[in-house]
């Protein structure tokens, strides 16, 4: 079962709620739900309204004085990109102000007169980019494995090979594109193994390849493979500063010093270079700060929650195979799910997805079910799946 995120960010009506990162948990046995920390379990990250955003960027500067960038560099940007650098073990690191942007000038860049691109069909460059790689760059997507998270190498061998082989004027292969988890296919990951098989073979034909990691920490958290060594097996990487970061927009890519040192002349001609971006280098700094921990710490206890949340009669929770955050709800005959959803909204600050499809629907774990002990979470269904009004 595939689910638009996004149409049911636009359903949801009460899913932005406030939502506090914990520094500490707290663990008391008993609390008021009244003064209960949210758990939301439709986003990928916080969704931290405007208020907490305006007051977290306070807090921050109060701390240690934000310094402005100029055009996604020096100030507090510097710091950033240094962080990424680090993080994914490569040269260089841009700002661009979004992830798009990041997609395409690394197609572009990493292509260079070569046009051929070879991307996942649900993937974020060939789905939701407006065909951008060729109004643009003049770069052919040429999609594989439709409605699957990922292909082999296998696949991707036969489609080159077809390509080459059949073609009388022959354009050249610029780009293998993967996208990390993947949003269209609910998070599921592309197994590592066959991530190193498809580097290998490609880094072997001088083939060039690039990471759309917009939410690769959830990848990383889930699935027990390092950011660093997910990136390693790419010549260029992006991370959203939002998904799953605190910041308001933006992202970072990552690479050779050569391949991103074309970066800002592409930026400023595409429309991208803005003037400042303090905003989300101080905010994105504050809440990468022990991140990879925090994801680590909430996949275990995604794991203890699906575990006890199906002994409860009328659920039913099955992660999706090679998934990260996100898994199946099934709700057994006669509960209403929406009123499921409207009750644990009201009574107990439990956010999920209000419609369901042929009584089936799904729940994204994040940063916020640090928020309560999973026992209670789990006591919050259970006095829900026994009244009346939801059966």
Partial sequence: MRIDRRNFLRSSGL??????????????A??????????????????LSMTETLDKLQEINRKKPIVPDFYGNDG??????????????????????????????????????????????????YRDEADAATALHGKRLIPLAPGEAYFTLEALQQSIAYHEEGE????????????????????????VAELRRISAWCREKGYKLHLDGARLHLAAAFAG????????????????????????????????????????????????????????SALAL??????????????????????????LKGLKLTPFEHGSNCVEMAYGAGIDSVKLSNYLREKHQI??????????????????LLNRPVGEIVAAYREALSRKEIL
């Fill in 168 to 191: 009388l004027f022959k354009s050249g292969i610029g780009v293998v594109s993967i996208e990390n988890p993947v949003r269209r296919c609910m998070g599921k990951t592309v197994p």
């Fill in 351 to 368: 956010v999920m997805r209000r419609s369901s499809e042929q009584g089936k629907s799904s729940l994204n774990f994040n940063e916020t």
């Fill in 286 to 311: 504050y809440y990468l700060e022990g991140l990879e921990e925090r994801l680590r710490e909430t996949a275990e206890r995604a794991r203890e929650l699906m575990g006890q949340l199906n002994r």
């Fill in 15 to 28: 899913g932005v709620l406030p939502v506090c990162l914990p520094s500490v948990i707290t663990r008391m």
């Fill in 76 to 125: 507090t940007m510097d710091e950033l990109l240094q962080l990424f650098q680090r993080l994914t073990g490569k040269e260089k690191a841009v700002y661009m102000p979004s992830g798009t942007m990041a997609n395409q000038l690394a197609i572009r860049v990493l292509s260079g007169d070569n046009t051929k691109v070879f991307v996942q069909e649900t993937s974020h460059v």
């Fill in 225 to 280: 493979v390092s950011v660093k060594e997910y990136a390693s097996y790419f010549d260029t990487v992006f991370i959203s500063l939002y998904k799953c970061v605190g910041a308001i927009n933006g992202a970072v890519l990552c690479g050779d010093q050569a391949v991103m040192d074309k970066m800002e002349h592409q930026i400023k001609i595409h429309g991208g270079a803005l003037y400042r971006n303090w905003h989300n």
């Fill in 30 to 47: 008993v609390r008021s739900t009244e003064k209960a920390l949210p758990v939301n379990f439709i986003r990928d990250g916080l969704g």
